[in-house]
């Protein structure tokens, strides 16, 4: 089932940016699209059959609302629809071997400025492919791939993501580097012009290693490079709030590790500014 798109439709609002997002990049990689609604396992153990029959229906209806509008943007694509009983995490994570990335809306803000990504902290975490968590904003008028480079074996993947998404849509790459001074409680500290000179190269060095790996596949790709002191969740949103993408790698390794994100993947998913991709 690989060149195909999961997403998780929770309900035609809450998914109605996810789906969008996800017709119009499969179309545009001429990938399927695999619509999948995980109902509460509860609702079975309550041993209602009229609830369990009224369930049935609007997961039907869910589910056709949100085929037609992918297909409302994307009408040559082959779309799947499916339920499933279960936990959601599990679902999703399970079937993230078998497509090429996965897909989901964000969660409902607590405030009118802040958007949330947590629904899909421990997907992206759990998952073996890259995980996109897009938020309900106007798409209208964004440019730019903002992605993030510290060095890591993880961002060079983002990186690598990054880059194929500049080149595919058209948009310059926005590389980000930032640090965040150490903190020292009790203390007003300037810290000396050679540390931050210092930390300046080694950014610059960083996005120039990234680029180097990817100059063979993308040879005239437009890197603007930001190379900042500043938490560096901070500076990427910043530069992301008019961006068309953000992409970070995920820290995740190991039996424990995998089910966690690095704090800045984990971050920027909880201020989302644009739709964003933790890449693997």
Do not use: C
Request: no cysteine.
């Amino acid at each position: 089932m690989k060149n195909r798109i999961l997403v998780g439709v929770k309900d035609p609002d809450t998914s109605r940016a996810a789906v969008l997002w996800a017709a119009e990049r499969a179309a545009s990689r001429q990938l399927g699209l695999s619509l999948v609604h995980i109902v509460d396992e509860g609702i079975r153990r309550a041993g209602s059959s009229d609830l369990l029959e009224a369930t049935g229906s609007a997961v039907e209806r869910v589910l056709a609302t949100s085929a037609e509008l992918a297909r409302s943007v994307a009408s040559g694509i082959d779309i799947s629809t499916d339920s499933v009983e279960g936990n959601p995490l599990t679902e999703l994570v399970s079937r993230s071997a078998d497509v090429d990335m996965v897909v989901v809306g964000s969660d409902p803000a607590t405030s009118g400025a802040t958007r949330h990504g947590t629904r899909g902290f421990r997907i992206a975490a759990a998952s073996t492919t890259p995980v996109a968590v897009i938020p309900e904003l106007d798409r209208r008028g964004r440019a730019g791939i903002v992605v993030g480079v510290d060095g890591s074996e993880s961002s060079r993947h983002a990186f690598a993501f990054a880059a194929d998404e500049a080149e595919r849509l058209g948009e310059e790459l926005i590389a980000v580097y930032a640090w965040p001074n150490p903190v020292v409680y009790g203390y007003d500290l300037a810290f000396p012009v050679d540390y931050v000179e210092d930390l300046t190269e080694t950014g610059h060095e960083a996005i120039s290693r990234a680029v180097e790996w990817v100059s063979a596949d993308h040879p005239t790709l437009d890197v603007r490079r930001v190379v900042s002191q500043g938490d560096p969740v901070t500076v990427i949103n910043g530069e992301a709030a008019g961006a068309s993408l953000t992409v970070v790698g995920s820290h995740g390794r190991g039996a424990v590790a995998r089910f966690l994100l690095g704090s800045v993947s984990h971050g920027v998913l909880a201020r989302l500014a644009a739709p964003t991709v933790i890449a693997r």
